[in-house]
């Protein structure tokens, strides 16, 4: 009798332990139907951030002065009590962002930093390393757009 009451509680406690391993398999389930990595992402995202940016976007070859002018006023609005473009100050320096991240990354670093410092491994090390959560600065996607573009024309002239 006890001897069966023993099997009894091997066998649930097999079964229970089953049904562990099932649910980590759904945690691999798509977003997007894209396939996850390790860390619960897409490739996407762990390329080119977590935030309202999910497609690749059009980035002409040429830079639009009009862009970059929106973009340095914002800028020199709600950026640069922050960053540098040379140097540390409360966040990384911006100088060569574009060639260290893609726009899309950028993008969306900006419409969704507590996003990222939360759930992407670049924001994550970031906030650890910069001890400071940069907020969002109520930018819209097109303004986000617009810093982009003087981030890019910074980097090509300096
Ligand atoms: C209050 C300070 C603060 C303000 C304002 C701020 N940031 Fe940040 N930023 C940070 C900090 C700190 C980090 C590092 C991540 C963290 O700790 O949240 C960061 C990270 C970033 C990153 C990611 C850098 C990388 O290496 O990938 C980008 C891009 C960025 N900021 C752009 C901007 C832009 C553009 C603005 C203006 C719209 C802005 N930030 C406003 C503090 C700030």
Same mark, same amino acid.
């Given at each position: 009798? %006890?001897?069966?009451? $023993?099997?009894? @509680?091997?066998?649930?406690? *097999?079964?229970?332990? #089953? +049904?562990?391993? /099932?649910?980590?398999?759904?945690?691999?389930?798509?977003?997007? /139907?894209?396939?996850?990595?390790?860390? =619960?992402?897409?490739? @996407? !995202?762990?390329?080119?951030?977590? /935030?309202?940016?999910?497609?690749? $976007?059009?980035? *002409?070859?040429?830079?639009?002065?009009?862009?970059?002018? %929106?973009?340095?006023? $914002?800028?020199?609005?709600?950026?640069?009590?922050?960053? +540098?473009?040379? /140097?540390?100050?409360? =966040?990384?320096?911006?100088?060569?962002?574009?060639?260290?991240?893609?726009?899309? #990354?950028?993008?969306?670093?900006?419409?969704?930093? *507590?996003?990222?410092?939360?759930?992407?491994?670049?924001?994550?090390?970031?906030?650890?390393?910069?001890?400071?959560?940069?907020?969002?600065?109520?930018?819209?996607?097109?303004?986000?757009?617009?810093?982009? !573009?003087?981030?890019?024309?910074?980097?090509?002239?300096?």
């Amino acid at each position: 009798m %006890k001897r069966h009451i $023993i099997i009894t @509680f091997t066998l649930l406690l *097999s079964l229970l332990l #089953f +049904n562990a391993c /099932g649910n980590g398999d759904t945690a691999e389930q798509t977003r997007n /139907g894209e396939p996850e990595t390790e860390e =619960g992402l897409t490739d @996407f !995202e762990l390329e080119h951030g977590i /935030g309202p940016v999910t497609e690749r $976007i059009e980035i *002409s070859e040429e830079i639009d002065q009009e862009m970059v002018t %929106k973009g340095r006023n $914002i800028y020199e609005m709600k950026c640069e009590m922050c960053h +540098n473009m040379e /140097g540390r100050m409360v =966040g990384p320096q911006l100088g060569d962002i574009m060639e260290k991240r893609s726009p899309e #990354f950028v993008m969306n670093f900006i419409l969704n930093p *507590s996003g990222m410092v939360r759930e992407h491994p670049v924001g994550q090390e970031l906030l650890r390393e910069y001890m400071t959560q940069m907020p969002y600065q109520n930018v819209k996607e097109d303004e986000a757009r617009a810093i982009v !573009e003087f981030l890019r024309d910074y980097a090509e002239n300096n």
